[in-house]
Nanobody
Framework: QVQLVESGGGLVQVGGSLRLSCAASGRAVSFLNMGWFRQAPGKEREFVAAINWSGRRSDYADSVKGRFTISRDNNKNTVYLQMNSLKPEDTAVYYC????????????????WGPGTQVTVTV
C-alpha cells in the first residue's frame, strides 16, 4: 500500500506561484507513474499533469501547459507541482495520484490518492 499526502496549497493572488508537494509513504514510489488532478466546486475531477516513474516524461492538460511543471525526487519519495502565473480558474482542490498507466489522464486508472490540498487564486 502507498499513502500519499499533499501539501503546499493556500491562498495566492492572480499571477502568483505555488509549489505543491506529494509525499509518499508505505512503500517507495520510485517505479510508479504519478499524476496531479484537481476538482473545482460543482465540477468533475480533471487531469492536470502526469510524470512517468523515471521523471523523463511528463504530460500536461492544455489549460496548464507552459505554466505548471511536474517533477519528482525519487530519493525523497516526493512528487511536486510547480504552478506559476496562476489564474482564478486554477482554484480547486488538488489531488496527487499514484500508480497509473504512463501519461494517463483518466482518474479511475490511478490506484492511490491523497486527501487533497486546497488552492485558491484571488483577483
Amino acid at each position: 500500500q502507498v499513502q500519499l499526502v499533499e501539501s503546499g496549497g493556500g491562498l495566492v493572488q492572480v499571477g502568483g506561484s505555488l509549489r505543491l508537494s506529494c509525499a509518499a509513504s508505505g512503500r517507495a514510489v520510485s517505479f510508479l507513474n504519478m499524476g496531479w488532478f484537481r476538482q473545482a466546486p460543482g465540477k468533475e475531477r480533471e487531469f492536470v499533469a502526469a510524470i512517468n516513474w523515471s521523471g523523463r516524461r511528463s504530460d500536461y492538460a492544455d489549460s496548464v501547459k507552459g505554466r505548471f511543471t511536474i517533477s519528482r525526487d525519487n530519493n525523497k519519495n516526493t512528487v511536486y507541482l510547480q504552478m506559476n502565473s496562476l489564474k482564478p480558474e486554477d482554484t480547486a482542490v488538488y489531488y496527487c495520484a499514484g500508480d497509473g498507466p504512463r501519461g494517463s489522464t483518466s482518474a479511475p486508472t490511478y490506484n492511490y490518492w491523497g486527501p487533497g490540498t486546497q488552492v485558491t487564486v484571488t483577483v
